[in-house]
């Protein structure tokens, strides 16, 4: 059975969804079944609210700054279960730092803009870019929405409104040229790019 909670070098991860809207080709998820403390994230079953909430009571979150949503899946994809986590937790643990780390598609995904819903519950976002422009983004991050790259710049654009602690992110496999004309276009958002290590 997959972990709802994991911890990854000192931070606290949920893993709350396996469905995707992407299939990015240096995703972690087809590498290895798990990860940080996790010997398998994968769900035979996507977790219930009751599952996620047994999870959350039982873990110690002692020592953890943050809590984020981060899983092998978009936790946008389960927006309503995200959202009533982030709740939970907040009421919880006041004190911890809720980051959601996405592909950016949750308004596409969902239908409508998701940002005024997130901004009262997250601390933070982080968007994965990925690439520094839209056939690119297309090739590597093999998105099954249509109009993927405008939609994610859009969210991005949105979250930097409403959320403070909004960043970009690309990951160390791209070229010295192509993270530059991706810190250019996350410039353009109004927003900083972070480098990830590829791992």
């Given at each position: 059975?997959?972990?709802?909670?994991?911890?990854?070098k000192?931070?606290?991860?949920?893993?709350?969804?396996?469905?995707?809207?992407?299939?990015?080709?240096?995703c972690?998820?087809?590498?290895?079944?798990?990860?940080?403390?996790?010997?398998?994230?994968?769900?035979?079953?996507?977790?219930?609210?009751n599952?996620?909430?047994?999870?959350?009571?039982?873990?110690?979150?002692?020592?953890?700054?943050?809590?984020?949503?981060?899983?092998?899946?978009?936790?946008?994809?389960?927006?309503?279960?995200?959202e009533?986590?982030?709740?939970?937790?907040?009421?919880l643990?006041?004190?911890?730092n809720?980051?959601?780390?996405?592909?950016?598609?949750?308004?596409?995904?969902?239908?409508?803009?998701?940002?005024?819903?997130?901004?009262?519950?997250?601390?933070?976002?982080?968007?994965?870019?990925?690439?520094?422009?839209?056939?690119?983004?297309?090739?590597?991050?093999?998105?099954?929405l249509?109009?993927?790259?405008?939609a994610?710049?859009?969210?991005?654009?949105?979250?930097?409104?409403?959320?403070?602690?909004?960043?970009?992110?690309?990951?160390?496999?791209l070229?010295?040229?192509?993270?530059?004309?991706?810190?250019?276009?996350?410039?353009?958002?109004?927003?900083?790019l972070?480098v990830?290590?590829?791992?």
């Amino acid at each position: 059975m997959a972990q709802i909670l994991y911890t990854y070098k000192d931070g606290v991860y949920a893993n709350l969804t396996n469905k995707c809207n992407c299939r990015c080709t240096f995703c972690i998820r087809f590498q290895h079944d798990g990860i940080g403390d996790a010997p398998t994230l994968w769900h035979k079953v996507n977790p219930t609210w009751n599952q996620v909430k047994k999870a959350i009571d039982a873990f110690d979150f002692t020592g953890f700054q943050e809590l984020v949503f981060c899983g092998y899946g978009e936790p946008t994809c389960a927006l309503p279960l995200l959202e009533q986590t982030a709740r939970y937790v907040r009421r919880l643990h006041p004190r911890l730092n809720l980051r959601l780390n996405t592909n950016g598609l949750g308004s596409l995904e969902n239908g409508r803009d998701i940002v005024p819903e997130l901004a009262g519950l997250l601390d933070s976002v982080s968007i994965s870019l990925n690439a520094p422009d839209e056939k690119e983004y297309n090739r590597v991050t093999k998105p099954t929405l249509t109009g993927a790259y405008k939609a994610m710049l859009d969210f991005a654009k949105a979250c930097k409104k409403s959320i403070p602690d909004t960043r970009m992110t690309v990951v160390d496999v791209l070229s010295p040229e192509d993270i530059e004309k991706s810190r250019k276009v996350a410039a353009s958002c109004g927003i900083k790019l972070r480098v990830r290590k590829f791992s």
